[in-house]
């Protein structure tokens, strides 16, 4: 089926949506995203969304074409158009087309470049691989230090995706310096008895909306928090490991280069943070 894609104030079928040769988000990856997930029709989280996007803007100067406001109808309208019961919304805006290559910014009379698309992914929530886990690999972090801007600078982690499944696994994880920073396209946990342990928030790592929401519920559900690095020998001596993004929700990890972690199983604890998360997102989905 042909989607209805957003492009610049309009709705149209995907394969008339067309943008410049000299847009800066295809020559230069100046653009940022974001991607929403969609259950029973409605917005997972959207104001979180809202604010990272603003935050990663503002960071590389470029204007916030909408209100939240403006955003939110955006969507709705998209979800609506394609009939979307579960799946996600991608939101990208690019500092648009100066109508030439240069490293510099474009004045600001240049408008930004802003798309938006529907996936359809019928009982996204449900997803068996919840039941046995991600297997994962580690590999170096060699990507750009500013990984809390959320850019479309996306090739190291699909290398990262592609050498995962090289080696039979879900994903890799990335480690710096001797300890993981998160993985491709969600963030890294590891649980020891009732404590939840993941890397503190800087630039090192994407400040990943589900973390955030994850983080609140395990402290209102009496977990403990401790925001740290971890090495791939603590996270393989873990009793449970998982990853968080806003497309996999809680995703329990029970493989890392290898070796099994806990029981080799999906533990309790992060079964039971992946029933609050969506539990309480769906209450509260716009
Ligand atoms: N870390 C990285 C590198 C990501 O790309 C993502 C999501 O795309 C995340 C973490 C998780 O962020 P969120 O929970 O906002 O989806």
Known sequence: ?????????????????????????FLMADG??????VLDGKLIDFGGHCVRLARSLSELEMQNPHSDAEWLAIHRELVAKNAITDGMVYLQVTRGNPGDRDFAYPSEDVTPTVVLFTQN???????????????????????????????????????GKMAAKKAGVDDSWFVEEGVVTEGTSNNAYIVKGNKIITR????????????????????????EVEERAFSIAEAQAADEA?????????MPVVEIDGASVGTGKPGHIVARLREIYLDEMRKAAV
């Open 121 to 159: 992914k019928p009982g996204l929530a449900d997803n068996p691989v919840a039941k046995v886990g991600f297997k994962v690999i580690s590999i170096p972090d060699i990507r750009w230090g500013r990984r809390d801007i959320k850019t479309v600078q996306l090739l190291y982690p699909s290398m």
């Open 32 to 37: 940022v995203y974001e991607v929403t997930s």
């Open 1 to 25: 089926m042909t989607r209805t894609v957003y492009l610049n104030g309009d709705y149209l079928p995907e394969t008339e949506a067309k943008i410049s040769i000299f847009d800066r988000g």
């Open 200 to 223: 503190a928030l800087s630039s090192d790592i994407l400040h990943g909306i589900t973390r955030a929401a994850v983080l609140r519920f395990a402290v209102e559900a009496q977990m």
């Open 242 to 250: 998982f990853i968080t993004s806003a497309s996999a929700f809680v």
